[in-house]
């Protein structure tokens, strides 16, 4: 295969919520600026493409997951997996986006030469793939922070001993028939609580094995003021009318949470009380950490604690001695029968899609670098990450740095910039881990992590109103920044 080179003004890598979210904004803002949108697999879509697990839907509303600049227009805020996907493909095509993909276009590394002030993208071969090298001026990263090409799988004791089907959600097994089956479903995150019902549907019983509990919370799959306001509003008014209020009542639950973590405690747990009556057994939802300290799980109308009330479902608060041929001894002593067992036991973090990062031929170790707006990072030119909030909706901040990014372009473009460097003081600053969640997928992955500074610009905020004025509003040039 011959070897070509193209050159775009930005590189985007990744064609998933982000990705295309950031085309939008460097198609729409930056106008003279060349691109292209990279990426490894052969649909785009990212996490809504890649996981084919029963009930797969989002964990936000729809008015702050979905784009800002095109409204979501179906009527259930907590929205399935098909029609997220269906929407990310229809936003492309509206935008012409679709057309500056380039897929199983694998990113292996990237490095940026002080001499041209230019990054070169070199991409891993593949069939029907001629381009194995590109140039860019600007390289913009939205290929989310997780492995795709494996979750978390603990090594359970004695696990090649058990008989049945066992596999992680991330590659669900299509060929698994649950139908009239016994399920058990280990762990108690948004995977769990998501596939639990839904597979209790056709299956005999499942069991949610939790190690430890988590807090699950009630939410309508209907918005019913976000519809009402469909209805007697114009749309993009509605849209953003819905969107303002769930980013106001998101912040105000987060910050309520922090302020009096006991109380709102108490409030999770009365409301799941009250819903499942004398099936209710405190132990299974009562968590170690206070509310917050991980990400908190929502169940669309209430289809988890009603699955526990007809008896088809059973949480089981309890820790794995050994995998028996039957299904799974528990430390306590009793023996859980189990045809399929899902582990549904996190996943793996994994920067930039695992490719290496170099300046000169030198490699960049991330975990010595530090997040700049929690956009951009040190030592690093013309470098940018779209990333989530980790106690919102993942598109809110992925936005507003799509939002940065264009500015900064233009700020480069217009006084003829050819290189912006973030320059960190730790002297002044600190250093700090990035991110605050006790979630086994962020302990896990401390090694490998980027530092954050002790205050801003360089301190990463979950609070989308200083992001707001900071990304969005805030000038381009704050002294922090090195342009060449």
């Known amino acids: 295969m011959s070897e070509t080179t193209t050159f775009r003004d930005v590189i985007i890598v990744g064609a998933g919520l982000s990705g295309i979210g950031a085309a939008y904004h460097i198609q729409s803002k930056c106008p003279g600026s060349s691109y292209a949108v990279l990426e490894a697999r052969e649909s785009m879509g990212g996490t809504w493409d890649l996981f084919k697990y029963p009930g797969l839907r989002s964990d936000s509303d729809m008015y702050t997951l979905g784009f800002p600049f095109y409204p979501w227009k179906n009527p259930k805020a907590i929205a399935d997996g098909p029609s997220i996907l269906s929407y990310i493909k229809e936003t492309a095509a509206h935008f012409g986006i679709d057309k500056k993909i380039q897929y199983n276009h694998k990113v292996i590394d990237a490095e940026w030469s002080n001499a041209t002030n230019q990054w070169t993208v070199r991409i891993h071969p593949h069939v029907g793939v001629e381009a194995t090298e590109m140039h ?81 919370m009630n939410m309508p799959s209907e918005d019913v003021v976000s519809n009402f306001l469909k209805k007697v509003l114009p749309s993009k008014v509605a849209h953003h009318l819905a969107r303002w209020k769930n980013i106001l009542f998101s912040m105000f639950f987060y910050n309520l949470s922090k302020w009096k973590p006991h109380w709102v405690r108490g409030m999770i747990q009365k409301a799941a009380e009250k819903e499942l009556g004398d099936k209710y057994e405190k132990k299974h939802f009562d968590p170690k950490y206070d509310p917050w300290d991980q990400r908190l799980c929502l169940v669309p109308d209430n289809d988890l604690f009603q699955t526990i009330k007809e008896g088809k479902v059973e949480i089981v608060t309890d820790t794995i001695k050994q995998f028996t041929p039957s299904g799974i001894e528990l430390d306590s002593g009793e023996n859980l029968e189990a045809d399929i067992i899902v582990a549904a036991t996190g996943l793996t973090m994994r920067l930039f899609g695992g490719m290496e990062i170099k300046v000169d031929g030198e490699n960049i170790q991330m975990n010595q670098q530090h997040a700049y707006r929690g956009v951009m990072f040190s030592n690093l030119p013309n470098f940018a990450m779209a990333v989530g909030y980790t106690n919102a909706s993942w598109t809110l901040k992925c936005d507003l740095n799509c939002q940065f990014v264009a500015k900064l372009i233009n700020y480069m473009n217009d006084k003829a910039y050819s290189s912006c460097t973030p320059v960190f003081d730790k002297a002044e600053f600190g250093e700090e881990d990035l991110l605050d969640l006790s979630s086994g997928y962020v302990q896990r992955a401390k090694d490998i992590l980027p530092k954050q500074g002790s205050k801003k610009p360089w301190k990463v905020h979950q609070n989308y109103i200083k992001d707001l004025f900071m990304l969005k509003y805030g000038k381009v040039d704050d002294g922090h920044l090195e342009f060449a």
């Open 136 to 216: 860019c001026k600007f390289l913009m990263m939205c290929s989310g922070y997780y492995d795709y090409d494996q979750g978390y799988m603990p090594k359970f004791p004695n696990q090649a001993a058990y008989q049945g089907k066992l596999f992680h959600p991330q590659h669900w097994d299509t060929t698994a028939d649950y139908a009239n089956k016994k399920v058990v479903v280990i762990g108690s995150g948004a995977t769990a609580v998501t596939i639990v019902p839904e597979m209790s549907k056709t299956a005999e019983k499942v069991v949610m094995l939790q190690r430890s509990p988590t807090y699950i």
